[in-house]
């Protein structure tokens, strides 16, 4: 069976926004690289016990690693059946997340609650893979 008969038309806008998430973490990570070189964290080290703004920077970072797999798993489920709604939640997510590290870059940790309209992203994706798994089991 040829996938792009089985995928909805519009899940190509849903891989739009995995490419653009891959760009955020790629985005996130470089800046963790130069911020180890900038305030001399070397590796293995994952925090400083002197630079503040290097663990803020590294948070952001690991913060969106830590829920990353869920919202790809979420997104993935939601945008099999509501491809559009899912794209569009998901690029509200992501966006979140750079707005999330850059208030987190200022050193000011509560600054990355610039990223807080990302739950709507976040959640919106939960409830339609709960709509679609109701829709499974024929609840609706």
Known sequence: MDILQVLPVNFAYVIFTYLYSWIMLCYLGVK???ARKKYDVK???MYSDKE????????AHQNTLEVYPQWLVF?????????LAAAVLGAIWVTSRFSYAWGYY????????????GYVGYFGVIILSISVALQLLGVF
């Open 75 to 83: 997104q993935t489920i939601a945008a099999l059946v509501y491809p």
């Open 32 to 34: 963790v690289g130069g």
């Open 52 to 59: 503040q703004v290097f663990n803020c920077i590294q948070r």
């Open 43 to 45: 590796y293995p080290t």
């Open 106 to 117: 200022t050193g000011d940790p509560s600054k990355r609650m610039n990223g807080a309209y």
